[in-house]
Nanobody
């Protein structure tokens, strides 16, 4: 069954970096698309980045382009989100997700979700 476990969140000052990891089961890691979402209280879950398994194509929200990168290590069944030049507005709970990838930004297109990891960026 699908299983996703995030790690790597924490507190950092503005301008700093963090790398989030998402360990996946074999079944989940073979999903067509894997992505990262984030959510703050009272707001909808926002698509941050996604990577398509077979093409390797990557997509990013405009707010993180040039600062975040997404990658996957097929040998370790692990998805990564490298976050550089972090800003206070990046503060959120970050979730890893996997699914068919019909529309990478739409959380409804993801079947599997991790429990989330908190990222806090102070000014």
């Amino acid at each position: 069954q699908g299983q996703l476990v995030e790690s790597g969140g924490g507190s950092v000052q503005a301008g700093g970096s963090l790398r989030l990891s998402c360990a996946a089961s074999d079944h989940t890691f073979n999903s067509a698309c894997m992505g990262w979402f984030r959510q703050t209280p009272g707001k909808e879950r926002e698509g941050v980045a996604a990577i398509y398994t077979y093409s390797g194509a990557t997509y990013f929200a405009d707010s993180v382009k040039g600062r975040f990168t997404i990658s996957r290590d097929n040998a370790k069944n692990t998805l990564y989100l490298q976050m550089n030049s972090l800003k206070p507005e990046d503060t959120a709970m970050y979730y890893c997700a996997a699914g068919p990838g019909n529309s990478w930004r739409d959380s409804r297109n993801y079947n599997y979700w991790g429990q989330g990891t908190q990222v806090t960026v102070s000014s």
